[in-house]
């Protein structure tokens, strides 16, 4: 079965750092482009950044700048570097598998994990 699993969320005061990582399983890791999404309360999912098999890179307005994304096909690991995080950045954040990038960024995956909580206190 394919398996993403999320770590590295927590609680961290606004202007600091975390890095979550999602270990995939299950798959052909470098025949997929892999994101990150997330999910604060009572609001819908939203798109936060992808990565291409070639290295293509999406990120959301929101976190460009701030946050980046990578990816270790030899460790089967896509990592999300997010730096002088806000309040706003609150959310379960998921890991998805997806077709291409811009599938990612337009909000289509085949596969997901269970997510990562992060919350950024002022």
């Known amino acids: 079965q394919v398996q993403l699993v999320e770590s590295g969320g927590g609680l961290v005061q606004a202007g600091g750092s975390l890095r979550l990582s999602c270990v995939a399983s299950g798959l052909t890791f470098s025949g997929y482009a892999m994101g990150w999404f997330r999910q604060a309360p009572g609001k819908e999912r939203e798109f936060v950044a992808a990565r291409s098999r070639d290295g293509t890179t999406y990120y959301a307005d929101s976190v460009k700048g701030r946050f980046t994304i990578s990816r270790d096909n030899a460790k089967n690991t896509v990592r999300l570097q997010m730096n002088s995080l806000n309040v706003e950045d609150t959310a379960v954040y998921y890991c998805?598998?997806?077709?291409?990038?811009?599938?990612?960024?337009?909000?289509?995956?085949?596969?997901w994990g269970q997510g990562t909580q992060v919350t950024v206190s002022s």
């Open positions: 998805a598998a997806g077709q291409s990038a811009r599938g990612l960024k337009e909000g289509r995956y085949d596969y």
